[in-house]
């Protein structure tokens, strides 16, 4: 336990690009540390930006096999954190435009209440005690107003939110500068506190 | 007037400052769900990667490859999107652990 413990502790102090080397170099092993240490947030973030759990899954592999393809070209000097981000939401654009392609004709049906994501509109059928249903509520609300945002407003908020990523580091995923970055989050916390006025205890947006 | 030197420790200086003020808005979005990925989800990946070509690394173009035919596809054989209302972890319940 405890050596098991050690050996996290030492993977920890392992920089993304002394990984990357060691993946090159053959170890297969160290390509599993930079997917430990990614694979929880990258699918946290996926799985809100698309609303679909199994989807989340695919295109979580799929970044990381596009990773594990382009060590050989990657700059190992900086973390590899926003370039996965960056990929990832250029993956979840691609499938969110397939989607529509698909379903074109079912989108147009759609009334406000379908807009939620399904992430945010999915039933429960198991019976809930007050305290959760109330929690399920409040992601449905909170879900519904990301959803709400225009697209450019919604990467930076679901980068900072779900992915937890600094305002450097969304600049470098969205290829803009950090002050834009930064800029497009306080423009977006208007519309996020409108969306939610009234529903939970936020002040509406003077 | 006697001049007082203050001490300012390295520490001082060099912790990085928080970004912004946190207000009602991201305390609220702290609440954000985090949906935790399954546990095959690490050796999906490892399993599509060991399926790529032993040369991926010093092929010149690998444009001719499609993502898509290496991935793990995954399969509900419970019923849709289950994990949705299943173990869905918030962030102030892990942190009161």
């Known amino acids: ?206 | 007037m006697q001049y007082t030197p203050q001490f300012v420790r390295a520490a001082d200086i060099q912790s990085p400052r928080p970004e912004a003020e946190e207000d009602d808005i991201d305390r609220l979005f702290g609440k954000l769900q985090q949906v935790e990925p399954p546990a095959s989800l690490v050796s999906g990946i490892l399993s599509s990667i060991s399926r790529l070509p032993k040369d991926i690394h010093t092929r010149k173009d690998v444009s001719d490859l499609n993502l898509e035919d290496y991935i793990e596809k995954r399969v509900s054989n419970e019923g849709g999107n289950r994990h949705l209302n299943g173990p869905v972890i918030r962030k102030d319940v892990n942190a009161s652990h």
């Open chain 1, 1 to 206: 336990m405890q050596v098991r413990e050690r050996a996290k502790t030492q993977n920890h102090e392992i920089t993304d690009g002394v990984l990357a080397q060691q993946t090159l170099a053959g170890d297969q092993q160290a390509f599993e540390v930079l997917v430990q240490r990614y694979s929880a947030p990258l699918f946290n973030f996926i799985c809100h930006f698309l609303g679909d759990y199994d989807q989340a899954c695919d295109v979580s592999q799929q970044v990381f096999l596009q990773l594990y393809i382009s060590l050989p070209t990657l700059r190992t000097g900086e973390p590899l954190k926003a370039w996965l981000f960056q990929v990832a939401r250029n993956r979840c654009l691609d499938e969110l435009r397939r989607k529509r392609a698909i379903h074109f004709s079912e989108l147009e049906s759609m009334n406000d209440e379908d807009e939620l994501s399904p992430l945010a509109s999915m039933p429960d059928p198991s019976p809930l005690p007050d305290e959760l249903a109330e929690r399920h509520d409040v992601q449905q609300r909170l879900q519904g107003a990301i959803n709400s945002l225009p697209p450019k407003f919604r990467s930076v908020v679901l980068l900072r939110y779900a992915g937890q990523l600094s305002f450097s580091e969304i600049g470098k995923a969205l290829s803009m500068p950090e002050a834009t970055a930064k800029t497009y989050f306080q423009r977006a916390k208007p519309l996020l506190r409108n969306a939610l006025a009234g529903q939970l205890q936020v002040s509406p947006a003077c």
